[in-house]
């Protein structure tokens, strides 16, 4: 270790400002010093090449709160609050951030209390100052105790990542997200960039919502009830119709949440591409086989699909028929033959002679539950 490197940690500094500052000319890097909920508490003079999210967070005292979320979807904050670790990050340009190398400062008791960030807009630091860093951070915790415990109390929205990230202590949760008697699922609501309803929507969702945030597009929200689908199923009827609402399966864990939150996105992209068919749906199980298209198509199953779509479709380009479609709804209606006769607008004798014909043309035997089931997923995949 060079002779600046240890004079750093043996020098005593009258507060943080100046321990910042002597740092960021050491590193000829600018450098920012947060409270764990991203408070700004120091930070060292720009220099050349800072970035447009630094000067954000220093006008707004705080990392800006779309960064914020950004970096829980990336798993930077994740990566941050379970290792001591120093970890590199990438600029992300839509946010004007430049590449960074950040630490977690942590107590006593290793609990994480803020973050370095060091930008490296200028320079990139060798290997020797970023593991130099880790010394950093266990002397700048020293300075935490200055500073007003009060700030360090978790905002709903970090809460919330936690929880959706598995990463909560249950410490920082209301005691009744611990009462394992109630349901609880993630909700996500697309509000399609439409702010004038986000007032309604929290009106609707706040006495079974203990936390929620917007985020960007999206109403993100943990619900509990005794029993959820209930009064879900009434807000849902109580949302403006242009907004898209999905849901996660409930659990009766909070354990269960992270897995609920990735289904309620996965829920809110299915219904987008097959609106007909999971637009008056709310929770990701009730999805059923659509859950399986995204999967089905990833493997490359699709590519081998069934011949009898092809045969169709070239049968009725030669004809002017419509018997892909006929299949298409029949299999959608379980194949029963009433219901599909009115989607087609035809009487139930016609759809028997369609039905008919299909099976002549293409030998499916629509009797087998699985060859039903696979020409249903490979139909989806024409979607």
């Known amino acids: 270790m060079t002779d600046a490197y240890k004079l750093f940690l043996t020098k005593t500094y009258t507060h943080l400002d100046a321990f910042v500052e002597s740092l960021g000319k050491l590193l000829a890097c600018p ?20 970035d447009s999210a630094r000067i954000s967070t220093i006008i707004g005292r705080k990392v800006p709160d779309n960064l914020i979320h950004r970096f829980w979807k990336d798993g930077v904050m994740t990566a941050l609050n379970q290792s ?13 951030l430049g590449k960074r190398v950040a630490l977690s400062i942590r107590d006593g008791s290793n609990g994480v209390i803020g973050y370095i960030w060091i930008s490296e807009t200028t320079r990139t630091l060798t290997v020797f100052e970023q593991q130099w860093l880790k010394k950093v951070a266990v002397k700048v915790s020293t300075y935490f105790s200055m500073y007003d415990r009060e700030q360090l109390a978790p905002t709903k ?7 959706m990230t598995n990463t909560y202590s249950p410490n920082d949760l209301p005691a009744s997200l611990m009462d394992q008697t109630n349901e609880k699922c993630m909700l996500m609501i697309d509000l399609h960039r439409k702010t004038e309803h986000l007032m309604k929507v929290e009106q609707l969702l706040q006495p079974l ?6 985020d960007g597009r999206y109403f993100i929200a943990l619900v509990a009830h005794a029993s959820i689908a209930d009064p879900l199923i009434t807000i849902k009827t109580a949302m403006p119709s242009n907004l898209s609402i999905a849901c996660g ?23 987008n591409r097959f609106k007909e068919e999971l637009n008056s749906l709310l929770f990701y199980y009730q ?5 399986y298209v995204g999967p089905y198509e990833e493997k ?23 018997l892909l479609k006929t299949l298409d709804e029949y299999l959608k209606n379980d194949s029963h033959l009433v219901t599909t006769a009115k989607a087609l607008h035809i009487h139930t004798n016609s759809l028997q002679y369609r039905i008919k014909r299909i099976t002549e043309i293409t030998n499916i035997r629509l009797k087998d539950p699985n060859e039903r089931t696979g020409l249903y997923l490979d139909l989806r995949g024409e979607h």
């Open 157 to 163: 929205e970090e809460k919330l990542w936690k929880v």
């Open 209 to 214: 919502a203990p936390l929620y945030m917007f």
């Open 31 to 50: 450098i920012t010093i947060e409270n764990k909920h991203h408070h700004l508490l120091a930070y060292s003079e720009h220099g050349e090449g800072t």
């Open 84 to 96: 001591a670790e120093p970890l590199l990050i990438a600029g992300i340009e839509e946010f004007g």
């Open 249 to 271: 399966n409930p659990d009766r864990s909070l354990e269960g949440m992270a897995k609920s939150y990735e289904q309620a996105k996965e829920m809110l992209s299915l219904k």
């Open 300 to 322: 490359a199953y699709v590519s081998s699909k069934h011949p009898a779509i092809e045969q169709l479709k070239r049968y009725d380009q030669q004809n002017q028929t419509n």
């Open 287 to 291: 999805a059923g086989a659509m859950r």
